[in-house]
């Protein structure tokens, strides 16, 4: 399955989630005018007749039909008013939810060597597979083996691991469990995750008023004991509700927990990193219990069970250890894995990758690579990762010089990085274009970061760009918004605008000013402006500044390509290529539902790819679009040593 099917599916599963959960409710409400329809019976007795035992049928002679309206309407809003405040809670994605478990935010510049590793290892998938690098948090207080992923969508996800997983797995088998929470990021399971959290809430709280009626009640006689078991009552709908919202999430949750197996060891191409993880559970003494209260809120969406739950097998939300070791790698031998396990201990640096040195770099932009994919085989790229790409990622990390990777761990000089990858040459425009920038400290470290990227190739700057994100995401909203103002000034200050350029700023925007999650409207019929006009984005970009004729040929054919794809035939609609309506296109655009975007990425590879080839600035571009429209793109040209493309 694709990128996009993997989201559709998932949005497929959330609807699926609803109407069972909406069966629940159901269930519960007629269990709650049980109660008051008994409860109303009991004391009516009590007041006539005390001596008489009402027949069943009471409940239907005796009790106003109100009273079970009144009852079904209160229980219902009582569930949806919990369950969206319990949403409304998670606005902020993964960090909120990474806050519930009191998990802490691990800087970009941190000197732990455990959480060093855990960055690196991080980087290298994000970097590997396109996607932004994840905020990276640590449970502290949790000495077992767990991690998990969450957040509303890919370019805001965070992953959290416990201290025993920072503590008691190798780099090997930290790299399984890491990519095993990726998959969850590429398949769309976060935001089903996040809402089940919500919905689960408002069924459970029916079943925490009954605790709370039981414990209130004071007395003897009849009054008193009609409340406790009145109380009881609601306490065990509460939890039959809870039962059934566990037998739903436990039933998706080990599908999707095997396939986030399968994926690991697809993207790492070592089994032995996940199935040594899974193994390193058995032995350790907490295994995967997570002691935080709010564990069995979020146990389908840790990486190993997060609770102990009766009726095992039933209501676990993870299959068996030792199945989930058998699938993964079949001929997985536990005594010879273990004799030749390595202690994990980490040394300050040991993880850091060596820089080459500095070598003579090439600028590529123009150099074409011959592209034997068709349209619906470029797009089947989003959202992939494998091992290959994760080599070529930690060798486009290693070609980083040291100061540059130092630079970028901490807010100022990750703005100042930023700054000067598109600076201009030579040094007298570049000086010029500093003189915009309001802010002299900032200009005057992207001055000095200037030599360090200067030698850098396009293939670079997107990566550089995700390596940036966490620390510029870490300041507060006014240094935000005063960085993307010299970013802007920084674009224009030379009154041209490349279409480069342009998407860099688009992107930082996307990411760091405030915006509400999107929600999925349109489709590529009913935007065929916008489309034209990102169409006509890449298609210029991929045509070269050669003779007029020639120029007018190519950028026809690579525009005639891609409309064929997109279904629009002849009837192009005009687009006129300018920064507003470019930027609102791509704010549209990345609002459409997932087999709507493939139809869209599909159509951008026919006309980016329309001669047979195409160029890193191409690839750079096309990828740079993805990151914007939430359609991550792994690096399409890792055959290219980074190592050459760096000064």
Same mark, same amino acid.
């Given at each position: ?465 995700? $390596? /940036? =994100?966490? %620390?510029?995401? !870490? #300041?507060?909203?006014? +240094?935000?918004?005063?960085?993307? *103002? @010299? &970013? ?46 990102? $169409? /006509? =984005?890449? %298609?210029?970009? !991929? #045509?070269?500044?050669? +003779?007029?004729?020639?120029?007018? *040929? @190519? &950028? ?50 026919? %006309? ?40």
């Amino acid at each position: 399955m694709t990128f996009f099917e993997h989201q559709r599916l998932a949005r497929r599963n959330t609807i699926v989630m609803v109407l069972l959960f909406a069966l629940a409710v159901i269930a519960v409400v007629l269990a709650v005018d049980l109660v008051l329809g008994w409860l109303y019976v009991w004391y009516y007795a009590e007041i006539v007749d005390p001596r008489a035992e009402p027949p069943l049928s009471a409940l239907i002679d005796l009790v106003p039909p109100q009273l079970y309206a009144f009852g079904a309407a209160g229980t219902a809003a009582l569930i949806l008013l919990v369950s969206l405040f319990n949403i409304v809670r998670l606005a902020d994605g993964g960090a909120a939810v990474a806050r519930m478990v009191g998990a802490r935010l691990v800087p970009p510049d941190t000197a732990d060597p455990h959480e060093r590793r855990l960055r690196n290892v991080i980087e290298e998938m994000a970097i590997a597979s396109g996607v932004r690098v994840p905020a990276v948090y640590v449970m502290d207080a949790e000495r077992g083996i767990n991690a998990f992923a969450a957040g509303w969508d890919v370019s805001g996800a965070v992953v959290a691991v416990t201290r025993g997983t920072l503590e008691t797995l190798t780099r090997d088998e930290l790299q399984g469990v890491v990519a095993h929470e990726f998959s969850h990021i590429l398949n769309g399971d976060m935001r089903l995750n996040i809402r089940m959290i919500g919905v689960l809430a408002g069924i459970v709280f029916i079943g925490s008023i009954g605790e709370f009626v039981m414990r209130g009640a004071r007395g003897d006689g009849k009054g008193a004991g009609g409340i406790v078991l009145a109380g009881l009552a609601l306490f065990v709908i509460g939890y039959v509700g809870l039962f059934f919202a566990r037998l739903i999430k436990s039933a998706i949750s080990r599908q999707r927990e095997f396939l986030a197996d399968a994926s690991s060891v697809q993207f790492t191409r070592n089994p032995d990193g996940i199935a040594g993880a899974l193994d390193q559970i058995k032995s350790a003494p907490a295994g995967t219990l997570i002691a935080n209260r709010y564990a069995e809120e979020m146990s389908h969406m840790f990486f190993g069970a997060a609770v102990r739950i009766r009726l095992g097998g039933l209501l676990d939300t993870h299959p068996p250890l030792d199945e989930r070791i058998r699938r993964v790698h079949p001929r997985f031998q536990l005594a010879e894995y273990r004799g030749r396990r390595e202690t994990p201990v980490v040394k300050p640096g040991a993880d850091a990758r060596a820089s080459p040195g500095q070598q003579k770099g090439r600028r590529s932009g123009d150099i074409a690579t011959p592209w034997d994919r068709t349209p619906a085989q470029s797009a089947a790229l989003v959202g992939t990762l494998d091992a290959g790409k994760i080599d070529y990622a930690a060798r486009l990390l290693a070609a980083l010089p040291p100061p540059l990777q130092e630079g970028l761990r901490e807010a100022q000089g990750a703005g100042g990085v930023v700054l000067a990858l598109l600076l201009a040459e030579p040094e007298a425009a570049a000086l010029k274009q500093l003189q915009a920038i309001a802010d002299r400290e900032l200009a005057e470290r992207a001055r000095r970061a200037a030599p360090l990227t200067r030698g850098l190739d396009l293939a670079f700057h997107l990566p550089v760009i995700d $390596l /940036a =994100l966490p %620390a510029l995401k !870490g #300041t507060p909203e006014p +240094a935000k918004k005063h960085f993307l *103002a @010299a &970013l802007e000034a920084l674009v224009y200050a030379d009154r041209r605008v490349s279409l480069h350029e342009f998407v860099v700023l688009t992107l930082l925007r996307s990411q760091l000013a405030p915006r509400p999650r999107p929600t999925e409207s349109g489709t590529i019929g009913g935007l065929k402006a916008e489309a034209a006009t990102v $169409l /006509a =984005l890449v %298609a210029h970009a !991929g #045509t070269r500044a050669d +003779a007029t004729g020639a120029r007018d *040929a @190519a &950028l026809h054919a690579a525009l005639r390509a891609g409309a064929e794809v997109l279904g629009f035939g002849e009837d192009l609609p005009a687009a006129p290529l300018n920064l507003e309506t470019a930027r609102g296109a791509l704010e549209t655009l990345r609002r459409l539902a997932p087999m709507q975007k493939a139809i869209l990425m599909k159509g951008l590879f026919a %006309a980016v790819t329309v001669d047979g080839t195409i160029r890193v600035a191409e690839a750079g571009l096309m990828r740079l679009v993805g990151a914007v429209l939430d359609c991550p793109l792994p690096p399409l040209l890792e055959s290219i040593d980074p190592a050459t493309l760096a000064a």
